[in-house]
């Protein structure tokens, strides 16, 4: 294909024409099965070559008779000076007699820009090189001879107007003597005022009515480029070199917007569908760079515009040559490459997204069309919290059964740890506090600087008391075979809030291990027991694991390699277990011979195992670290969960100062002011933190009031007199529903 260096969309919806060595005409389609798709402009659309025009050489500049609708007639600048008025073939143009014409300067000097009248569309532009004592613009209509100076403002071309080809050698006006005319563009919406980039220092804007005039001026060099925003002639841009410069024909004595780049700048256009986007093209360039200019108005003031900036690549890998809006269809434009690609291509706009209530989005394509997506297949908590007020949810009277409600394993452990809590309190077994739902810190008074718990060793009851055997083939060393536990009446407490009740009765231990299993939580319930010293429990509950669930036969093999337990630390099974834990996925299952092969008591990566409950992490700690170290790890691992605003750390916080930290964070992260209202209210006392949880209280009433979900409000402010029997609700019926009731009745009597 041959190398195209100009590109321009014509007034024809879908034509458009190149230009380098010659002037060729295409028509863009949308992809068919039946139609030869001769070149690929985008996944979309095609574009097939109509005609070619070789009748012109040394062209420099070109520009479309605006008003075509089914031909196309063409202002073509020459190297000579001369404007041409060529077609493509046989058109209405041949019949005014103006295909062919020619519009002749006085003397020959190379045609820098041509530029049909958008308003009055018989007047065509030109602008020269300089020459002595010559005008460098001249302005020709081209339905009118030089005797004949009526203007016809319809932009119509008209055959009785037509003059003789000779008399259309003279221009209608002229101005720019001994100067160089670089670049043109005609206002926008005054057909009489044209500006001229001139002499390489300065634009100039001139009324056509009187030449001699200038109406308007200002130094600079960026003379390049003048291009006049269509949907607005009170900005002008233009460029020089490196620099793009946005003017304001209402003040033009300094640029109101200057725009740098690292490489030369080619070409500048307004986009015509779009209200102040700028597109620039830089020499040796495959991006096309968009300016979206903002302008700002404070009070009756102008202020310094703001500029979003963008760039887009077409696709083409090739150094873009120049580019080309379309005139109706938003945000569309064609690039030519150098090597001859041609690209249709759409920039999509930055939306405006706007989220309702309801959780129906709504956003902006383009000017004229609006897009809609319902709450259906949106899932989010604003979606989660609708139906779970829908539900009942945070209003059932056994607190518990409101964590039955939710699909969120945090959520649902939080409604059941309020149950436990508040049971264990109201049963006296947390004897000592004043919160009604207080948490791990509170119920551990034990001062890490003046160690109080008891410790002592424990044997592995499964492999028997004195000699440590029982599963073992080989007999080892009583001390050998102990471990190290920490006793005290507050860790007893700590445990009861963890659910681990039954460090002093067998049976407690094997009922919770039974519920474990039935809830197929296999290897929580097998770590749990190593946990408490019953290896042999642990490797029947990994032998039962049915073999249909995903790791059924893999945990027989744990429960193998288990039975080979030895203490000894030399033992081939303790040096294998130590490399061969990191390869296993399950969490519990590492824990649990990170446990057994750990050296001098330290169980960092139990304590730290992520994949671990909290309240399992919390009670193995109260287990088996001293009163220092057990202080130090709560307290790190408190403010870590405050932090991630993970709701487990209300077992350790409990319904105090950082627990309401905690519910705000998790508020911060998730945006659910369901659960945290109903949370705060359920649990936290009224008279420490009320300011903070009314807010909370109010949101979550001006949701429901949103959805509409009045029947909700009713029951939510119900159960918060229940807890709060001071805050009154706000009134929600008024007097005006007696009225609506009047109306109504008068309406019914005198029908």
């Known amino acids: ?15 458009f024409i190149t230009w380098g060595s010659e002037i060729c005409l295409y028509e863009v389609h949308h992809h068919r099965n039946n139609v030869p798709q001769s070149i690929k402009l985008s996944s979309t659309t095609s574009a097939n070559l109509l005609a070619t025009n070789t009748n012109h050489h040394y062209v420099k500049c070109l520009d479309i008779y605006p008003k075509s609708d089914t031909d196309l007639l063409l202002a073509v600048g020459l190297s000579n000076g001369r404007i041409s008025l060529s077609t493509f073939g046989p058109t209405e143009y041949d019949a005014l007699g103006l295909t062919g014409k020619e519009l002749v300067p006085r003397h020959a000097r190379q045609c820098n820009a041509v530029c049909w009248n958008t308003i009055e569309a018989n007047l065509v532009a030109a602008g020269l090189d300089k020459y002595r004592s010559d005008n460098s613009v001249l302005i020709w209509d081209i339905t009118r001879s030089s005797q004949n100076n009526d203007s016809n403002n319809s932009g119509r071309l008209a055959v009785n107007t037509m003059a003789p080809a000779v008399e259309l050698a003279k221009p209608i006006a002229e101005f720019g003597v001994s100067e160089t005319a670089h670049s043109m563009a005609w206002f926008s919406t005054n057909s009489k005022i044209i500006a001229v980039g001139m002499n390489l220092k300065n634009i100039k804007f001139v009324d056509i009515r009187d030449p001699n005039k200038i109406t308007n001026s200002t130094l600079t060099k960026a003379v390049f480029g003048v291009c006049m925003d269509p949907n607005d002639d009170r900005h002008l841009a233009s460029f020089f070199e490196n620099n793009i410069y946005v003017w304001d024909t209402r003040n033009f004595e300094k640029p109101i917007l200057t725009l740098h780049h690292n490489k030369p700048v080619m070409k500048l256009a307004w986009c015509p569908t779009k209200y102040n986007l700028l597109g620039a093209l830089q020499k040796e360039s495959s991006v096309i760079n968009l300016y979206d200019i903002q302008h700002t108005v404070i009070g009756n003031e102008e202020v310094e515009p703001s500029v979003l900036e963008r760039d887009v690549a077409p696709g083409s890998p090739h150094n873009i040559m120049s580019f080309s809006w379309h005139n109706s269809d938003e945000n569309r434009f064609l690039t030519i490459a150098l090597s001859g690609t041609i690209t249709d291509y759409t920039v999509f706009d930055r939306i405006t997204l706007n989220w309702a209530p309801t959780s129906n989005v709504v956003w902006t394509y383009g000017r004229k069309t609006m897009k809609y997506i319902s709450d259906h297949p949106l899932q989010d908590i604003s979606t989660k919290m609708k139906q779970r007020a829908l539900a009942g949810y945070g209003l059932k009277g056994e607190i518990y059964k409101n964590g039955e409600m939710v699909d969120n394993e945090m959520l649902a452990n939080v409604w059941n ?169 399950d969490p519990y299952l590492k824990v649990i011979f990170s446990f057994l092969t750990a050296e001098n008591f330290n169980y960092e990566s139990v304590l730290n195992e992520n994949g671990i409950t909290v309240d399992d992490r919390v009670a193995f700690a109260c287990m088996f670290l001293p009163d220092n170290r057990l202080h130090d790890y709560l307290k790190k691992l408190s403010d870590k969960l405050i932090e991630e605003g993970n709701l487990d750390g209300l077992l350790l916080t409990g319904t105090n100062h950082d627990g309401i930290r905690l519910l705000q964070k998790y508020l911060d992260v998730t945006g659910d002011i369901q659960s945290t209202a109903l949370i705060a209210v359920r649990a936290f006392p009224v008279e420490m933190f009320a300011e903070i949880i009314k807010d909370w209280i109010s949101s979550y009433r001006n949701l429901l009031d949103t959805w509409q979900l009045w029947n909700e409000r009713a029951h939510f402010d119900i159960m918060l007199s229940t807890y709060w029997p001071a805050d009154k609700a706000p009134q929600q019926v008024y007097r005006t529903f007696r009225v609506s009731c009047d109306r109504m009745l008068l309406q019914m009597l005198f029908r």
């Open 1 to 15: 294909m041959t190398s195209k260096l100009e590109i321009q969309w014509s007034p024809i919806t879908n034509k």
């Open 417 to 585: 740890w309020l149950f436990l809590s508040r049971k264990l309190v109201e049963e006296g077994l947390l004897n000592g506090t004043q919160c009604k739902h207080p948490g791990v810190q509170a119920v551990l008074k034990i001062d890490p600087s003046n160690s109080k718990s008891d410790h002592y060793s424990l044997l592995w009851s499964d492999l028997g008391n004195t000699n440590c055997h029982g599963v073992l083939s080989q007999k080892l060393a009583p001390q050998t075979c102990d471990w190290l536990v920490f006793r005290h009446e507050d860790r007893d407490k700590a445990l009861h809030l963890c659910s681990w009740h039954f460090e002093r009765d067998s049976n407690l231990l094997t009922i919770f291990l039974e519920q474990l299993e039935k809830e197929h939580a296999y290897t929580r319930a097998a770590a749990i027991a190593v946990f408490n010293l019953k290896i042999r429990l642990a490797i029947e509950i990994l032998s039962r694991t049915p073999e249909n669930l995903s790791y059924g036969l893999g945990l027989n093999v744990v429960a193998m390699a288990l039975a080979g337990f030895s203490d000894d630390k030399n033992s081939v099974w303790k040096q294998f277990c130590s490399t061969a834990k990191q390869k296993l996925s």
